[in-house]
Each structure stands twice: as structure tokens, then as C-alpha cells.
């Protein structure tokens, strides 16, 4: 399975953008998918996670930096991960990267998106 991430773009302080991670087969075959972020010149950090399947499917966690702005969520249906940013910062501009994990297996990561939030 293969991720592809859309979405970026160019933004004011305080709007909002909506991030797609589009699987090019089931959701079903990761057991967790989440977004990351990498800014220039720091390391690459996650942002929001969700769980896809077992007991806990549809669990949460965030960065504490980006909690009560950002929700993550999935459509089942469309095979696809979204990271709704609002009240963004310019502290949030970065590349934006998504993710899928299959306990055992290594990690597949999508292409980075860029959101550029100016001030």
C-alpha cells in the first residue's frame, strides 16, 4: 500500500487547511496512521495519530503544540486520513508528511505536502 498526501498550500495565520492521505489499498492493512511535520532545520515530529484497528480503532493523541486546533479522522470508504487545521500559527509551517504502521513491518511514509502559514 502506497500513501499519498495532499492538501498544502499557502495560508494566513489563523485559517484552516485540510490535509488527505489518500492509501492506495485498505486502510485496514496499518494498524495506526498519523501525520508528521518537519519545519526547516528541526527534526521531523509527529503531530496527531489515530488507530485503525482493534479494540481502540478511532483513538486519538495529538502534540500538545497542536491540540484543540487539529483533528485527525478517517473515511473508511475512501481509503483516506485527514488532518484538519484550524486557528493555524505560523509556527506551523512545515512539510507535512503522513504515515501508516503495520506492527512488524516498516513504516510507509506518503510524500511531504508544504503548508505555509504566514503571519
Known amino acids: 500500500v502506497q500513501l499519498q498526501a495532499s492538501g498544502g498550500g499557502l495560508v494566513q495565520a489563523g485559517g484552516s487547511l485540510r490535509l488527505s492521505c489518500a492509501a492506495s489499498?485498505?486502510?485496514?492493512?496499518?494498524?495506526?496512521m498519523g501525520w508528521y511535520r518537519q519545519a526547516p532545520g528541526k527534526q521531523r515530529e509527529l503531530v496527531a495519530v489515530i488507530i485503525i484497528t482493534g479494540s481502540s480503532a478511532g483513538s486519538t493523541n495529538y502534540a500538545d503544540s497542536v491540540k484543540g486546533r487539529f483533528t485527525i479522522s478517517r473515511d473508511n470508504a475512501k481509503n483516506t486520513v485527514y488532518l484538519q487545521m484550524n486557528s493555524l500559527k505560523p509556527e506551523d509551517t512545515a512539510v507535512y508528511y503522513c504515515?501508516?504502521?503495520?506492527?512488524?513491518?516498516?513504516?510507509?511514509w506518503g510524500q511531504g505536502t508544504l503548508v505555509t502559514v504566514s503571519s
Open positions: 489499498g485498505s486502510i485496514f492493512s496499518f494498524n495506526t
Open positions: 504515515n501508516g504502521v503495520t506492527w512488524g513491518r516498516p513504516q510507509i
